[in-house]
């Protein structure tokens, strides 16, 4: 297990292996869940995508929760076909939306239109019937250090991150990215009542240990921003 003097603000659990991490978040995701329901009326759930979720994803999906009071949605998209092999909707329908969860009301951010750009206005107004803040959101990080699909080689990257940026997500064109993505913005996803970040392999312990080695360069390595603000880790080698 790594040896890290690990930052208030980080809460880690780590694991000898990705089924038993998946396993943890699950529980842990189904637990605050719980918990918003029980208040509520409704809860509300954004979720990454990638291979490494697959196996919390079909563990969550069996929860015992009332499914039907809770939306999700996705945490960013690349601008591609539902049915594309790099649809982060497709995953989830594949992988999650399955079982009991398939009674969870989908939100999803890609739209009819051809480019972001343009489907970005459809995408905000879908996201509005979601019930803010976010009671759980679920991040991935890649090796550069980006989240969501805020990426430090985007464009707009500076609007994304500005706290008074009005818009819940944004088209993103990363110079590095093959398709143009939409992502929640920071506006959107500060204020997740909580937060989880889920990495598996050894190269990412590495990304992280760089992130932590210099907090304030948020636009370097936007993930910096959820280390500071406060999360949970969820690793596996």
């Given at each position: 297990m790594p040896d890290i003097d690990w930052p208030a603000t980080v809460q880690p659990v780590l694991g000898e292996s990705a089924d038993e991490?998946?396993?943890?978040?699950?529980?842990?995701?189904?637990?605050q869940l719980e918990q918003a329901l029980a208040t509520r009326e409704r809860a509300s759930l954004a979720l990454s995508g990638g291979s490494t979720p697959k196996?919390?994803?079909?563990?969550?999906?069996?929860?015992?929760?009332?499914?039907?009071r809770v939306d999700v949605t996705l945490a960013d998209e690349r601008w591609?076909?539902?049915?594309s092999s790099d649809?982060?909707?497709?995953?989830?329908?594949?992988?999650?939306?399955?079982?009991?969860?398939v009674e969870a009301r989908f939100i999803?951010?890609?739209?009819?239109?051809e480019s972001a750009n343009a489907g970005q206005p459809l995408a905000e107004q879908a996201l509005s019937a979601l019930a803010w803040p976010l009671d759980v959101l679920v991040l991935g990080m890649g090796n550069d250090g980006h989240t969501a699909s805020l990426f430090p080689d985007a464009?707009?990257?500076?609007?994304?991150?500005?706290?008074?940026?009005?818009?819940?997500?944004?088209?993103?064109?990363?110079?590095?990215?093959?398709?143009?993505?939409?992502?929640?913005?920071?506006?959107?996803?500060?204020?997740?009542?909580?937060?989880?970040?889920?990495?598996k392999g050894e190269d990412k312990m590495d990304t992280l240990r760089a992130a932590m080695d210099d907090m304030k360069s948020v636009r370097e390595m936007p993930i910096r921003l959820f280390l500071g603000l406060g999360l949970n880790l969820f690793w596996s080698p």
């Open positions: 991490i998946a396993g943890q978040l699950a529980d842990a995701v189904a637990g196996p919390f994803f079909e563990k969550l999906r069996d929860k015992p929760l009332d499914w039907s591609v076909p539902l049915e649809s982060n909707e497709r995953l989830l329908r594949e992988h999650f939306l399955q079982g009991g969860a999803g951010m890609k739209q009819e239109h464009p707009e990257i500076d609007r994304a991150l500005d706290p008074s940026q009005p818009d819940r997500c944004m088209a993103l064109h990363p110079a590095s990215q093959p398709q143009a993505r939409l992502s929640l913005t920071r506006r959107a996803l500060e204020n997740a009542g909580w937060v989880a970040l889920h990495l």
